[in-house]
């Protein structure tokens, strides 16, 4: 995948030497590159080095940019007490430029939320005001961070040693001029961080009222209000105003109490309930209505604000006492709880790299990048039963009715192979320029091209392109077809496109997460695997609303429907995350697969996973 390329060109192995540094191993990577945990023999202390992206370095602006914001930025850690990684050292070494800053031992805070839930309101307080001391030194040094995202809040295990920022105005120069940060969306994006602690991104409407206190929720609030001039001037007064609310807060009836006595009036649930519920309603409205007036508010933070804050609306409008329950849903918790962890059955090297994979005929297909071929197993016994050459940078891959359909990204072609014994390769059809994701319909192969920002239609019978290319959003990179139509990821605008197949028109770009790489159709919806922003958007295919934002792993990539879940390869942190389309909740532990995985497919009752890093393929049981 053409986004992800910087990343299998920047690995380092365990015990390398780079500018010095010893490389003890992968700390996390994003946009920018690869951050390693890195030891420097003579000084004898463990560092965080990050290399940053080939396609990066290879950029004059952005290596001018460097050298300035890094060096202005060196100075923020001390500063602020700590509450900025140190940066020891800056430069370039064989071509690619590097960071070298002080380790942090701990979670990026999204991740923190994600494994163990939403935060006491105490510690996501705390964990703000190391944050606003770190941001009103940087802005009084003419540095905005302009990327403030849960993802780049380090949070350290040891819970007297404060939380960090990291990436201070030298992330990817990929906004509009419109999108332009300043100090004042960093405090709006300040307070999403908080709204985003206090409360996840899970299941249907954000629970806002759960344990919020009103006063804190009227500071987030303001906090995104859509006027700069109403928002608090700096981040260390929206610390402050936090802070204060939480002291004043009164201490709220327990959420769980005893069962009311029977014959008592009302609608069967204690007062003390009632109350609870119908404060959380109430802060849900207040909040939700301060949210939305702030969709456009915030240059980096907004799209953050956004997804937050469609789901908090409905949350508003939600009844203060919910129906109860049916007779049939606890049985249908408890067969959720029995659900069985998902196992990983094999691992099965396909070659230097993988990609895109698929199923059909009692056989897994796999693109492999690194060799240039298509790599066929045998879904019965996980072995490679066969290979062909595939064109330059194989990337996605189709297959059916014995029959299997592989883009080349380098020489903008679909080619097909007879799926014998022997892989046969037939015509090789021009499809524009880098091509990547590939669908298909009972007569029709769908293609997207990344560079022309089209869907191409070509006959399965003939291989001919059947009409003109379509065009999508900016740089398609996933398609798939399902009840309603044929649906595009389209990364660098985070949309996606609903086409027509029966008349190839192009519908209205739906507006989703950050840099959308992998989009499925299935259970009814649409789930789109938002790569920038870590989540899954749920979308109702009549409407194309947005019916759910779902925190899942670092960096997702592809999502598939199978077996009554939804499942997400998570490209940053080597796991597939499973989906319980019944609460729009993750289900179970994440499963780890190989490094990089980029691609998923579901036949024969199993999983598979191709994984670009390390060129393997998982075979996992649901």
Same mark, same amino acid.
């Given at each position: 995948m053409a986004v992800w390329a910087a990343h299998e060109e920047t690995d380092l192995p365990i015990g390398a030497n780079f500018a010095g540094y010893r490389i003890e191993g992968v700390a996390g990577s994003g946009r920018m590159g690869v951050v390693y945990r890195a030891a420097h023999p003579g000084l004898g202390r463990v560092v965080a080095l990050k290399l940053i992206a080939r396609e990066l370095s290879d950029s004059y602006a952005f290596r001018q940019r460097f050298r300035t914001e890094t060096q202005r930025a060196a100075g923020i850690g001390l500063i602020a007490q700590a509450g900025a990684p140190l940066i020891y050292e800056r430069g370039e070494s064989a071509g690619r430029l590097f960071l070298v800053m002080r380790y942090v031992d701990g979670s990026d805070l999204g991740t923190l939320v994600g494994r163990d839930g939403v935060l006491e309101p105490a510690r996501a307080v705390a964990i703000v005001a190391d944050l606003a001391g770190t941001l009103d030194a940087a802005h009084r040094r003419g540095i905005v961070h302009g990327d403030l995202k849960p993802g780049h809040v380090l949070v350290p295990d040891d819970a007297n040693a404060p939380a960090c920022l990291i990436d201070f105005g030298v992330s990817p120069p990929d906004r509009s001029p419109a999108e332009a940060a300043d100090a004042a969306s960093d405090v709006c994006a300040l307070g999403a961080v908080l709204l985003h602690a206090l409360t996840g991104r899970g299941a249907g409407p954000v629970p806002m009222g759960e344990g919020i206190p009103p006063a804190l929720a009227a500071v987030i609030g303001r906090s995104m209000k859509r006027s700069p001039a109403d928002r608090y001037a700096s981040a260390g007064e929206l610390a402050r105003a936090a802070r204060a609310a939480l002291a004043q807060a009164p201490s709220e009836p327990p959420l769980d109490p005893p069962p009311p006595a029977q014959g008592g009036a009302g609608d069967g649930r204690p007062r003390g309930r009632r109350r609870a519920l119908a404060i959380r309603a109430a802060i849900a409205a207040a909040v939700a209505a301060a949210i939305v007036v702030a969709l456009h508010a915030a240059g980096g933070s907004d799209g953050n604000a956004r997804a937050v804050a469609e789901q908090a609306a409905p949350a508003a409008a939600a009844p203060t006492a919910p129906a109860p329950p049916t007779a049939a849903a606890p049985a249908q918790r408890a067969a959720r709880a029995a659900r069985p962890q998902p196992a990983v059955v094999a691992t099965i090297p396909v070659g230097e790299r993988a990609d895109g994979i698929a199923f059909a005929d009692g056989a897994v297909w796999v693109a492999s990048p690194g060799d240039d071929q298509l790599v066929r197993i045998d879904a019965r016994t996980g072995r490679v039963t066969a290979k062909a050459p595939a064109g330059a940078d194989p990337d996605s891959v189709a297959a059916a009715g014995g029959v299997a359909w592989l883009t080349s990204r380098a020489d903008g072609h679909l080619r097909r192979f007879a799926a014998g014994a022997a892989l046969t390769p037939g015509a090789a059809t021009p499809v524009g320029a880098k091509p990547e994701g590939i669908a298909l319909d009972a007569k029709v192969a769908w293609v997207v091209s990344s560079v022309d920002d089209t869907v191409t239609r070509v006959d399965r019978s003939t291989g001919a392109v059947a009409g003109r290319p379509i065009p999508v959003g900016r740089q398609p990179i996933d398609v798939s077809i399902g009840p309603s139509g044929v649906w595009t990821a389209n990364s660098a605008d985070g949309t996606v496109t609903r086409v027509d197949p029966a008349t190839g028109q192009a519908h209205k770009a739906i507006g989703v997460g950050r840099q959308p790489k992998g989009i499925a159709e299935g259970l009814g919806s649409v789930w789109v695997a938002d790569n920038g922003?870590?989540?899954? !958007?749920? =979308?109702?295919?009549?409407?194309? $609303?947005?019916?759910?934002? &779902? $925190? *899942?792993?670092?960096?997702?990539?592809?999502?598939?429907?199978?077996?009554?879940?939804?499942?997400?390869?998570?490209?940053?942190?080597? !796991?597939?995350?499973?989906?319980?389309?019944?609460?729009?909740? *993750?289900?179970?532990?994440? &499963?780890? *697969?190989?490094?990089?995985?980029?691609?998923?497919?579901?036949?024969?009752?199993? =999983?598979?996973?191709?994984? =670009?890093?390390?060129?393997?393929? !998982?075979?996992?049981?649901?």
């Open positions: 922003d870590d989540t899954v !958007t749920r =979308l109702d295919p009549r409407t194309g $609303r947005i019916t759910a934002t &779902i $925190r *899942v792993g670092d960096q997702p990539s592809k999502v598939v429907v199978a077996g009554g879940q939804v499942w997400v390869t998570s490209f940053g942190d080597g !796991t597939v995350t499973r989906i319980d389309p019944a609460t729009n909740r *993750v289900s179970g532990r994440p &499963i780890r *697969v190989g490094k990089q995985p980029v691609g998923i497919a579901f036949g024969a009752g199993n =999983l598979w996973v191709a994984s =670009l890093g390390d060129g393997t393929v !998982t075979q996992i049981k649901p």
